[in-house]
């Protein structure tokens, strides 16, 4: 009784404990490790507002930052919650810097980058992607009482001083397209594009429709100028326009995954969840 008694409370013990496996010869036991739930590990800037922002807490279900106290929310994270509710996999944000993402991608320090990427065939060289998750139109943002607040086409932007995120489609192809415009150096992010912008270093800034919505919630005095539709639009394919998930080379497995939930959702679901994130960015308050 004693031996049934003990063998019952080791079986029982070694159930539970669900360890890694490891050979027990003096029972004749081995221990096999229970499937552990997958975690996605998805990076972003953290400080891309719609797209991405960093909070002090985990109100409207922002999700911790790996290695942080701080919290990351916003259109991606939103996105990257509802593709791991779908497909039941654990969350984690890890927080880079823009040009950090595609190399973490390539490396497989990260699962994929959910960062409001263009589905550039640059990039497209070094990662793969997704079916886009959001189509963002270019805008161009100015001072409401600038001299060029009564822009209605890229032609009368004429001399402008700009700038722009670095490596964006914004600044490499878009601001070389206006006519003797006095280009500054590229900002390291978009809220130091925005910034430039609010301190008067320069008259415009283009970015995405997001961006600049969410920009002119935060920053009353701009005003958003948008030329899509009309002859007098900036020259980008649909490539430019449509924001992807980025995976590792040949990753197809998890290429699908992703796939498999985009493929549920339409662009009013989209602009839905867009909405939602630009109401409740923190400096939207």
Do not use: H
């Amino acid at each position: 009784m004693k031996k049934s008694y003990l063998w019952r409370k080791m079986t029982s013990g070694l159930m539970a404990a669900a360890v890694t496996v490891t050979a027990m010869p003096g029972l004749g036991l081995t221990m096999v490790q229970a499937e552990e739930k997958k975690t996605l590990k998805v990076a972003m800037e953290c400080s891309y507002a719609p797209y991405n922002w960093t909070q002090p807490d985990d109100s409207n279900g922002a999700v911790p930052i790996s290695g942080s106290s701080d919290y990351a929310y916003g259109y991606d994270v939103m996105m990257a919650k509802k593709i791991c509710d779908e497909l039941g996999y654990d969350l984690e944000i890890v927080k880079l810097d823009w040009d950090s993402l595609v190399p973490a991608v390539q490396s497989g320090k990260v699962d994929c980058v959910i960062a409001g990427q263009s589905i550039t065939s640059e990039r497209q060289q070094m990662v793969d992607f997704t079916e886009p998750y959001y189509y963002a139109s270019i805008i161009t943002l100015v001072k409401s009482d600038g001299d060029y607040a009564d822009a209605k086409s890229v032609a009368d932007l004429k001399g402008v001083t700009c700038t722009s995120q670095q490596n964006t489609i914004w600044y490499d192809s878009c601001l070389p397209q206006i006519e003797d415009a006095n280009i500054l150096p590229a900002q390291e992010s978009a809220p130091a594009m925005l910034v430039a912008l609010e301190s008067g270093k320069c008259d415009a800034v283009v970015t995405d429709m997001p961006t600049g919505m969410a920009a002119c919630v935060a920053y009353p005095d701009f005003k958003l100028l948008d030329f899509s539709g009309t002859d007098g639009d900036f020259e980008v394919s649909d490539e430019d326009i449509n924001i992807g998930i980025s995976v590792q080379k040949g990753n197809t497995e998890l290429l699908d995954a992703l796939n498999s939930v985009l493929d549920k959702m339409t662009e009013d679901d989209y602009k839905e969840m867009m909405d939602k994130a630009i109401s409740v960015q923190p400096l939207s308050e």
